[in-house]
């Protein structure tokens, strides 16, 4: 199943938007490559996290405290 930045793994929820759009264009690559949709989150996940660094954007949501 394709995602979509409206509908992707809850595993994403908490990346910031754009390293959560490459992750699920990564993820999406991957299941066209025939992985398995676990193992194609857990790469897409680190692959964009990585691709954030490169380019100095945050990666992940900022907890509010109360």
Known sequence: MPWTK???PASMK?????VR????EIANALLDEGYEEG???AIA??????WGENRGKKI???RATT
């Open 39 to 41: 193992r194609a989150i």
């Open 21 to 24: 759009n490459k992750a699920i």
């Open 14 to 18: 908490n990346l910031m938007a754009p």
């Open 60 to 62: 992940k949501k900022t």
């Open 45 to 50: 996940t680190a692959k964009a996290e990585e």
């Open 6 to 8: 409206e509908n992707y």
